[in-house]
Every structure is written in C-alpha cells, then in structure tokens.
C-alpha cells in the first residue's frame, strides 16, 4: 500500500510529459505555422475527393509525409523534399500515415500528373503494374455501351477492355484524381534548414 502513491504519481507524470511533448506541443507548433507562399487551398472538387480518399482507407497504405535523409532515402526515391509544418495548412484532418504499403502521395500530383493514368490505376493497378496488390476500385466506375459527350473513358489495355462496351469515370473518382493531381508540394520548405539538407527540388521532384 505504501508503493500504491507513488506508483500512481510517477505514472501521471510520465503521462503529463508524453503529453506535452508528443501532442500539445507538436499541435502548438502546426497551428503556428502559416502556409507555404505557394500552397493553395483545396477547391471544392479536390475536398470531394479528398473525403473519397479517407473513405477507402487509402491513408492505411499510404502516407503523406516524405522524411528527411537521416530517416529514410525518400529523396532517392523520388518522393520530394522532406515535408514540413507548412505544407499541411489546408488539411484537416492531417492524413500523415505511417504505412508503406505503397509509395507515400504527398507529391503524387507532381510525379503523376496524367488524370488518364490515376483513372486506369483507380480502375485496375494491375492495367499499370502488373505485380501491384493495390486494390481495385471499379464501383467508381460504370460500363456504358457507347461514352456520352461529356464521359471520360477510362483508357485500358486489351486484356482489360470489355468487348462490348467502355468503362466511364464517375463523379467520385474524377473527384478523387482531382485530389490527387493536387497533392504537389515541390515548392521550396518554408523551413530554410532543409534547402541545406541534402535536397534538390530536381532532385526529388519529378521521379
């Protein structure tokens, strides 16, 4: 009984620690920073898609958050510059992630910049890469026998191609791309230590 006390007040104060340090003042620091000069709100389409994007879980696979050299060869892999406080003034909620399942997307607008090709992936990855475990997703999707003026055709190759008809995009996955295509942060950091860290925007942009 005599141990109980102090148990109890070492734990709540290992708790109080972790809890300044891990979240009120890392909340602290993002809700101080200001936008990147060149970061632009998301418009309302882009936000449509972005609610996609959270829908499907596309955040337990993929991250948005490129390191630092130190941390990992993100720049080697063509991911970007390491991401900054900044760069997620616009997002709420923050869809940092933590898997790797896939390639983090923080910069995918700039690496992918083809609406034709995020349209064939979201349809079929293995239509891109034919080793991909990514998930299909074709109820964004409907088959039409002949495309209307204003449908985008999701562009296949021939093992993929239905005999008699075309696939078309609908709304929620041009939404979803529009998202996508806007996820590019390959302006200069805000922070001017990592023009110093082993990054070079030719480098690490367009990989």
Known sequence: MNRFIPLILLA????AFATVFLVILPAGEIRSAAAAPDLK????TELRGRATYVDLGC???HSQQP?????????????????????????TPHLLGTMRTGPDLLNIGARMPS????????????????TSIMP?????FETKTNA????VVVQLPDQYRLADGVVVARTEALDLVDYLLSLDRTYPAANP???????????GANQ
């Open 148 to 151: 209307g003026p204003d449908d």
């Open 41 to 44: 709100p998301y418009t309302g």
């Open 136 to 140: 299909s997703y074709p109820f964004l």
């Open 59 to 61: 955040v337990y696979c």
């Open 115 to 130: 609406r034709a090709w995020h349209l064939t992936h979201l349809y079929q990855p293995r239509a891109i890469h034919p």
């Open 12 to 15: 709540a104060a290992i708790l």
């Open 67 to 91: 390191r630092a050299p130190e941390q990992a060869p993100d720049v080697e892999r063509g991911w970007g510059r390491p991401s900054t406080a900044s760069d997620y003034a616009y997002d």
């Open 193 to 203: 230590e990592l023009r110093d860290n082993g990054y070079s925007p030719d480098r």
